[in-house]
């Protein structure tokens, strides 16, 4: 036991900047508190004192806000960041190294007996106000977004957005890619939004940068036709816009003339 109390304290430091020190954790964290008040009911759980584990369960819940079922299987190493308003239900099962964020609901979407939580795998990190529900699974390394609201299982590496939730492009992705570099270029950092991703600001976004794009062959081959017809040499796309300044079409007024004075 004491060595999974060490391993919960441990992990804090590497997913959380604003822990100092081991015992500001152990007295001031609600997220390890119910991790650590859930691994004595579990243990109640399984030894049939089912009562006894779900008072303690209520009691853990009273005092920091997080709801754990104690016959939810959960593995090593778990994180709850600030915590309040999470919920994870009977038959969930969190894998090792994961983090939940506030908020987050692991519940079922029937009321018929047996497995009706979701599975996560490892290293799967669940963002702020997410709900993922029924009983689906979260591939390992997974990433679930914040708000979003998923259903649908959910593949190793990949992550989800959205109402319902959508698996965004991969990174390997040619068109992602793409939009990334034309984003850095401009001086844009983007964030993962699909085609037809639910919100509009971020597809006006992509069809912003897939213009630019398009623009930005269209006059690399006018440039290499001048360069041929001898009319001027080829130009580069200037990597650095940050150090591009434009001058002003606005004149500034001048400055008022000392020699003028009011007539009397």
Request: charged share 25%; aromatic share 6%; with cysteine.
């Amino acid at each position: 036991m004491f060595t999974r109390i060490r391993e919960d304290i441990l992990c804090v430091f590497d997913r959380d900047p604003a822990a100092r020190n081991a015992f500001e954790i152990l007295t001031t964290y609600p997220g390890l508190h119910a991790v650590m008040a859930h691994r004595i009911a579990h243990r109640l759980w399984r030894r049939d004192f089912k009562w006894l584990a779900r008072a303690l369960a209520n009691v853990a819940r009273l005092f920091t806000g997080i709801e754990i079922h104690p016959a939810a299987v959960i593995g090593r190493r778990f994180f709850i960041d600030h915590g309040m308003g999470v919920v994870i239900g009977e038959t969930a099962v969190i894998g090792d190294d994961c983090t939940l964020y506030h908020g987050v609901t692991l519940g079922g979407t029937s009321w018929q007996k047996g497995k009706r939580h979701p599975t996560l795998g490892r290293d799967v990190v669940v963002g702020a106000g997410a709900k993922v529900l029924g009983p689906i699974e979260i591939g390992d390394g997974a990433r679930i977004g914040s708000n979003a609201v998923v259903v649908k299982s959910v593949p190793p590496g990949a992550t989800a957005v959205g109402v319902p939730g959508r698996i965004i492009e991969p990174e390997h992705d040619a068109t992602a890619r793409r939009r990334a570099n034309t984003a850095k270029r401009i001086g844009f950092d983007a964030y993962g939004a699909t085609r037809d991703a639910p919100d509009p600001i971020a597809n006006a976004i992509n069809r912003m940068l897939d213009h630019i794009h398009h623009m930005d062959q269209r006059l690399e081959t006018l440039s290499r036709t001048l360069e041929q017809q001898g009319l001027m040499t080829h130009f580069e796309h200037d990597s650095d816009l940050d150090a591009i300044t434009i001058d002003s079409a606005i004149q500034p007024d001048p400055p008022p003339r000392s020699d003028l004075r009011p007539s009397a």
